[in-house]
Every structure is written in C-alpha cells, then in structure tokens.
C-alpha cells in the first residue's frame, strides 16, 4: 500500500532486495502464485504512472522488481491476462506508438528485455499458447521486431546478447507447446521471414565489427527456427486450400500460415537466396563461429532434407567445405555430419534417394566447372573446389558406381580429370645425361632419392595440395567405381589422343592404386567389397600388354635416335632451329609418357601384391630393358619400378627378382636378338 501510495523508486528497489531474498521453501505453489499477482498489481500500475512521465530510471526498477516476482513461480502462473497485460507493458515501455525504432537508456531496453524472457519461464504452457491466438498476434509481432531490431542495432553486446536469447527462448517455447504447437508454430512461421532476414544480417554483415558470440546466437536461433517450423515430420500434405489466411485483430490486419508442402517448397527458394550468405562465414577467424555454422547446417539437412530441398546443395557445399578445417572440433563436427548424412545416402527410402541425385547434379556441376577454375583461378579457389569434389565422393560413396554408369557423367569426370592433370613437358632436361644407367643393383636404399629426382610437373598448378587432391578424386573413384567401366573410358582417351595420353595413363595408375585403398584409408566412409583379384589381374595384364606395345614401349628419348634423319635435310637455320625445338617437344613428351607407363606398371605391382608374379612373363623384362635408356630420367625410373616389383613380390633383393625369374628373362633375350638377327 505505501508503495502504491509513494510511488518511489526507492520502495520499489526495498520491495525487489525483499523478493530476492525471499524464502519460498515453505510456500506451496497457490500461495507463491497469489503472491506474485498480489505484489503484481501495484508494480503494474506504478510502471503505467512511469510510463506517462517517461521516467526511465523508475521503469527500470520497476521492470527489475517485476522480473524478480516472476522467477518465483516457475512456470506455474496460470493467469492468461496477467501475462498478456505484461507482456505488452514490457514491449510499450521502449517501442510505444510515435516513436521511431527502441527508445529508453539502455539500462531500461535491458530490463525489458530481461522482463519479456521471464515472462516465458514463468507462466504455463497453455498460457504461451495465448499468445499465438489472433487477437495476440499483432503484440507478439511487435515484441519479435523489438528484439531483431535491438539485436541487430544496439551497441552493447549485452543488450544484443540477452535480446537473442529472449527469441532463442521463445521459438523454443513453441516447439515444447505440448498440444498446442501445432497453432504455436503456424504463428511463428508467419515471422519467419522477416526474422531470419534480421538473423542473416547480424550473422553477415560486418564480421569485422560483430562479435562471435552474437554471430553463435544468431546461428542457433536459425537452426531452431527453421529446425521447428521446417521439420518434415510436422509439415501436413496440401488439401486443397490457401496457404496463406488474412485475419484481423481490431484494427490489425496479419496472414497466419498453414505449415504445407506447397508452402514449405515455396520458402525453399527465398531460403536458399538468404543460406548463400553464410558461406563467408566459412573463413570465419573464429572457430566457435565455423561449428555453429556446421551445427546449423548438420541440424538443417538432418530433419529438413525434404522440405528445404532447394537449400540442401547450398548447406552440403558448406559442410563439405568445413571437412578440411584446421581446427579439430571444426573438422571432427563436419566428418561426422557428412558420415550421417552418407549412411542416409545409402538407405533405400525417398529422403536417401534425393540426397543422391542432389550430390550428383552438384559433382556434375562441380566438374563441368572445374577445368576452367583449374586454368583461371587462383590456388585457393582451386583448392576449395577440388575438396568439395572429394567430400561429394565421399558423401555419394558406392553409388558413385551408378552415377558412372551415366556415360555423360562418366565423360564429363573422365575429361575433367584429363584436363586438369595436364603434364608440363617442357622443363626436362634431356640432354643433360645420357649415360647408361651403372648403379649397383642391389642398393635398394637409393629408391626414395630417385623417386624424387622425377618430379611430375603441371601446366595449370604448381602447389602439392592440389596435386594431392586430384589424387584424391582419382582414388576415390577407383574404389567406389567400376573397375572395368573406368579403365574402357581411359584405355580409349589414350587410343585415340597422343596429346591426352599422359594424363590417362597417369590416372590409370591412379584409378587401381584406388582399388585398394592406398593412400586414401582416411577418407574412406562406407567401406565396399573388396573387388576379385582374378578381374584385377586380368585388367592390369591387358594394361601391360597396351603400354609395352612397340607403338608406345619403343618411342625414341635421345637426340641420337633420330640424327640419321636429320642429316636427310638440308634447311637453312631458321628452319633448323624450328625443327630442333619441334623434335625436342617430341623427346620431352616421349620421355614423360615413358616415365608415366614404367611408374604403371609399378603402380600394379602394388595393387597385385604378389599375384603379381603370374604377370612378371610379360613386365619384368621390358621394364629391366628400360633400365639401359640412354636417357637417365627414363633408367632411374625403371630402377624405381623395379624396387616396388621387387617389395610387391616378397623379393628380398632385385638380384633375387631377376635369379628366380631368369627362365623368363632369357626367353625374352633370345626373342630379341633373333629379331635383331
């Protein structure tokens, strides 16, 4: 009664220091409730009188006083219009008819706010679902554009803070509306728009300036809504009627939604355009930042795959992108996503099967555009593309076995790949050295220092990541693939292209080092069967006899091979110098395309183990043969070749190869002398 009487900020902050410290232990929860509405009155009329005056100090404690009663009733006040009465004294306070934006100190906005938010934890269910009823609506619109715009324009990161838990709390509150929800979400869809606009902006637009906790919020608060109001379990089948019913309130006109397919598809679209901008925060220097992003975009794609079809490329290419993140939460949280979201790939039902054709029109659309970002852009850009291209193999796993079965897919892959590994020629050396090859056979420590003395080199990229990932893409097509499918598609590029012959030997190569895994255990998710080792055998021996034909085994890598032709003409200088340089592109193109083959059948060795020896018939002697070129490049590569014969077979030594095949070798010799003869 005296505090009604004075209406004095200091009674007030008397009776909040006596709310605060009081003992409810004793109370049963009516009597905790006639309390609240009993100290509720005064504290309602005094912020009325407050509010006339535009006394800012007196609402603030006024508000303080008011959230302190609330917290005691825990969700246990029933009476609909107190908490419609408060609800919009607390949104009148600091946004009232005539004013322009939030008006108040700041210390008032912060007590509203903090108001509001205990206002939900305070009352029953059935009494939040009041809110959602038409005659409501209007006021709940206006406490949302209050608190978007605080969270959205205040300077204080507390305001700003506490603001977007208010409406974290509050889309919440309308998932858990128990029988409810249904009006409850319905209600909040018809926000929906205009909230996750605001979320994108304060997510996005100045990430310099925005600090990584709102960014965080921000990020949840458009998981959950979207998660609630999107979830396809709770979207209902088309019916006929309008998506969308105008009502009114009084003098208040609003469109209340009904949650359909037909609607969800057309949200799809206008999403989509919105998630786009969260792909900067891919780079984001904040690494709490980068997993909320990945939390929202697992959480999305998980329960919203259906109804937010048109996002599901958008948030996959942001996940995909995160898989490679230097921080290991970051890293860990998009792996596990993306193996989530494989296994669902591989479940025969309509969420699986959609998923799938999403990545394959991605990956289409990835390699169509990858041999122009290989030649134009920049390294990073190539990278970050090349993974995206990995992470969608990964994700599709063995149904990159179908997409293959596509011929235009297959070509569009095959030639992407040809493209992109296109080999610089140019920087061999290869007149330098054209000494025989004299190195003790038996040191097999001097494999590693030759193996780096051939260097593949590429016209378009120069840094290793790259390199390794197109390693990768290869590989994981091996695996996942079709064995024979992938080796028809570049035996037939290196018939009928001498320019493209390099790189379709080079992915060969690739392609059954794949088969079994090598090198790629780390990125393998959903593990196939192992393929025979009979059709592996067969494949690599067809393979041997296409790289050690004559046509392509005998090619000439030295100046002295064609010398004698050189001396049938008579040109003058220029035409001299024109043709040397012409035949030495050839000798450079030829020595690579040698190396490239002889590290082959190196490669199969590996893939074969030791069913390799039943093939040594036909590679050991012209890779032993290759060991005398005259050019080095070409004999140390052969060196190499035969060390992994040799540790492939279970040979101790190269001396122990060549004593236990010796039947073959001298075969193969008289052969060759016979035609020399």
Not at 196 to 208: G, H, M, P, R, Y
Not at 324 to 342: F, H
Not at 462 to 486: P, Q
Request: hydrophobic share 40%.
């Amino acid at each position: 009664l005296r505090l009604m009487k004075s209406q004095d900020g200091k009674d007030v902050q008397t009776l909040s220091h006596f709310i605060k410290n009081l003992d409810t232990r004793h109370l049963n929860v009516v009597e905790i409730n006639q309390l609240s509405e009993y100290t509720l009155i005064p504290l309602r009329l005094i912020l009325k009188i407050a509010f006339d005056k535009r006394s800012d100090d007196l609402m603030t404690d006024v508000l303080e006083c008011i959230s302190g009663v609330l917290k005691l009733s825990h969700s246990s006040n029933n009476s609909t219009k107190s908490l419609q009465d408060l609800f919009k004294q607390c949104c009148m306070v600091i946004s009232y008819p005539g004013s322009t934006g939030v008006q108040g100190s700041e210390a008032l906005k912060s007590a509203a706010v903090s108001c509001l938010d205990d206002l939900l934890s305070s009352f029953t269910k059935e009494c939040i679902q009041s809110m959602y009823e038409c005659v409501h609506i209007p006021a709940l619109g206006h406490c949302i554009s209050i608190t978007l715009w605080l969270a959205e324009n205040e300077k204080s990161l507390h305001l700003r803070q506490i603001s977007l838990q208010f409406l974290h709390n509050l889309i919440k509150q309308s998932r858990d509306g128990g029988g409810g929800v249904e009006g409850m979400l319905n209600g909040l869809a018809s926000f929906m728009p205009g909230i996750l606009k605001a979320l994108s902006n304060i997510s996005t637009v100045d990430l310099t300036k925005q600090h990584h906790t709102v960014v965080v919020k921000s990020l949840n608060i458009w998981e959950e809504l979207i998660s609630t109001v999107l979830d396809d379990d709770s979207i209902v089948d088309d019916d006929g009627c309008n998506l969308n019913t105008s009502q009114a309130s009084g003098d208040n006109k609003f469109t209340v939604v009904r949650r359909t397919w037909r609607w969800a598809e057309d949200c799809s679209g206008n999403i989509n355009i919105i998630s786009k901008r969260f792909s900067k925060l891919s780079s984001h220097s904040n690494y709490r930042v980068r997993t909320a992003l990945v939390n929202m975009c697992s959480q999305i794609l998980s329960k919203c795959s259906r109804s937010l079809e048109k996002c599901v490329s958008t948030l996959l290419e942001i996940l995909v992108g995160l898989v490679s993140d230097d921080y290991p939460v970051v890293c860990v949280a998009s792996e596990q996503a993306l193996t989530s979201l494989s296994q669902r790939c591989n479940h025969d039902d309509l969420t699986g099967r959609k998923l799938i054709e999403i990545l394959e029109e991605n990956l289409h659309s990835l390699t169509t555009a990858l041999p122009r970002v290989i030649r134009a852009a920049d390294d990073s850009s190539k990278l970050s593309t090349l993974k995206l291209v990995v992470g969608y193999l990964k994700l599709l796993g063995p149904n990159v076995s179908t997409l293959l079965n596509s011929r235009a897919h297959l070509r569009r892959l095959s030639m992407t790949l040809i493209q992109s590994l296109e080999f610089e020629a140019t920087g061999f050396t290869v007149l330098e050295e054209t000494s025989p090859f004299t190195d003790n056979l038996s040191d097999v420590n001097r494999a590693s220092s030759l193996q780096h003395s051939y260097r593949k080199t590429f016209k378009n990229f120069h840094d290793e990541s790259i390199h390794k990932c197109l390693l990768n893409i290869c590989r994981l097509l091996g695996y996942y693939g079709d064995l024979y499918t992938l080796t028809d598609c570049f035996v037939e590029i290196f018939s009928e292209s001498s320019v493209q012959r390099k790189q379709a030997v080079y992915v060969i190569s690739q392609l059954l080092l794949g088969i079994q895994a090598i090198g790629i255990e780390d990125l393998i998710t959903t593990p196939v069967p192992v393929k025979p080792q009979a059709s592996l055998r067969a494949v690599v021996s067809q393979l041997i006899d296409l790289y050690t034909s004559p046509t392509h085994w005998h090619l000439p890598t030295s100046n002295e091979t064609t010398s004698e032709s050189e001396q049938q003409f008579e040109l003058s200088v220029r035409q001299k110098v024109k043709r040397n340089q012409h035949l030495l592109s050839v000798l450079n193109n030829n020595i690579l395309l040698q190396c490239l083959m002889i590290d082959g059948i190196g490669c199969f060795a590996q893939v074969l183990g030791e069913d390799f020896k039943l093939l040594l018939v036909k590679a050991l002697f012209p890779t032993l043969e290759k060991l005398s070129d005259e050019t080095t490049l070409v004999s140390q590569t052969a060196y190499v070749a035969l060390l992994n014969i040799t540790t492939a077979c279970q040979y101790s030594s190269l001396a122990e190869l060549i004593y236990s095949n010796v039947d073959y070798l001298i075969n193969d010799i008289s052969l060759s002398l016979r035609h020399l003869a």
